[in-house]
């Protein structure tokens, strides 16, 4: 795909009987619809399965900067909440996150039954689903508890933490990293605890109304090596700072929680998808530019759209032929053509999550290293 097909953007596709049936009963904009047929898999069960609340999932980060997985789901096991594990250590599924009365904790399981499917398009639960909710009862909201307050987690999705986990932080690494939209602060305050609150987090918000939310998050969870800087990521080559490790949550239509904001269904155009589209190809070059040779570069949204992912990462690696594709782990391969437009093939080791699909948000994840021998734009 050349440069100039990559600035076509965003793709229509015509109505038809199929599109306007849906839009109707599940209450989208048709041209929502139509491209959804075009690029989600099994779109009329992700549909049906976003309209029942009944099938939002709940995801917990303990907070290990203080206090230990083992030692923070004794505590909510406790006060009545029943959690499961997941495929990441530090993060827990909350099975009746509101008022639900209490119940026995779901059994363990192993390692290797954990690991069993998680390459699939299964979900990353490690327990069976619970068929019936329980009746209602008193229990605090996850985000009213003496824990929470206390800073020993953070409320977020699973397929955002992966995303922090494929930046491949050892524990206590001494390591440079930039989150480039940082607030509110979920990703953020995952980086530090996988340092151990050691190296340098660089944490750039471009909207004053949002810092402080993320200076909040980071002090009630004991963050001490990040700088947040109230200022554009495109800009954050003038810092003069060369990072090993880049994180890019892009700004985004955000589809892919249309589960948690069933007000976009509405209230977004294909202008915006148009908008964010050139926003994040701007931001994703920003962001490579100052990633330090063999350095690693996480681009993540929570849209499904393509404009905003695959075609996305096309565009850094049609400019900078030192930019190279990595297997994201988990998830969904993410999309070599669509329409008429044709990715490189390792765009198969990006990956997508599909609500129907994984029991999270949508999500998009590209893992990008920046080879040692240096050829840029």
């Not at 090596?225 to 495109?234: C, Y």
């Amino acid at each position: 795909m050349s440069k100039e097909d990559n600035l076509c953007c965003p793709v229509l596709f015509p109505s038809n009987d199929l599109s306007k049936k849906l839009s109707l009963k599940y209450g989208y904009k048709e041209w929502m619809i139509s491209r959804f047929l075009n690029y989600v898999p099994n779109p009329e069960e992700l549909l049906e399965y976003i309209d029942k609340r009944e099938n939002l999932h709940t995801y917990i980060r303990t907070n290990t900067l203080k206090i230990s997985p083992r030692v923070l789901k004794k505590r909510l096991l406790e006060k009545g909440f029943i959690l499961s594990d997941t495929i990441l250590d530090e993060v827990f599924e909350i099975i009746n996150p509101s008022s639900c009365t209490p119940a026995p904790a779901p059994a363990e399981v192993s390692s290797s039954q954990m690991y069993h499917n998680v390459l699939s398009q299964n979900s990353f639960s490690c327990v069976q689903k619970h068929e019936s909710k329980p009746p209602k009862s008193m229990l605090p909201s996850l985000g009213s508890t003496i824990e929470y307050l206390r800073g020993y987690y953070y409320i977020q999705d699973l397929s955002s933490c992966i995303a922090v986990n494929e930046l491949e932080i050892l524990y206590s690494d001494n390591l440079v990293v930039l989150d480039m939209a940082a607030a509110p602060g979920g990703k953020t305050t995952h980086i530090a605890q996988r340092l151990n609150n050691k190296g340098l987090i660089v944490a750039c918000e471009s909207k004053p109304q949002r810092l402080s939310s993320l200076v909040f998050n980071l002090s009630r969870c004991f963050v001490k090596n990040t700088t947040v800087f109230n200022m554009r990521s495109e800009e954050v080559k003038n810092l003069g700072i060369k990072f090993d490790r880049v994180l890019l949550d892009a700004p985004c239509t955000c589809e892919g929680i249309i589960q948690k904001d069933i007000s976009r269904k509405k209230s977004r155009t294909s202008r915006d998808l148009e908008i964010c589209s050139d926003l994040q190809k701007k931001m994703i070059i920003a962001g490579f530019e100052v990633l330090k040779p063999n350095g690693l570069m996480i681009y993540s949204t929570c849209s499904f759209a393509p404009e905003e992912n695959e075609m996305v990462v096309q565009h850094l690696i049609d400019n900078f032929r030192d930019a190279q594709i990595e297997p994201v782990e988990l998830g969904t391969e993410g999309l070599t053509k669509f329409h008429e437009f044709h990715f490189v093939e390792e765009m198969n080791q990006t990956k997508r999550f599909y609500p129907h699909f994984h029991d999270t948000n949508g999500f998009f994840i590209a893992k990008i290293r920046k080879e040692s021998k240096s050829s840029g734009v």
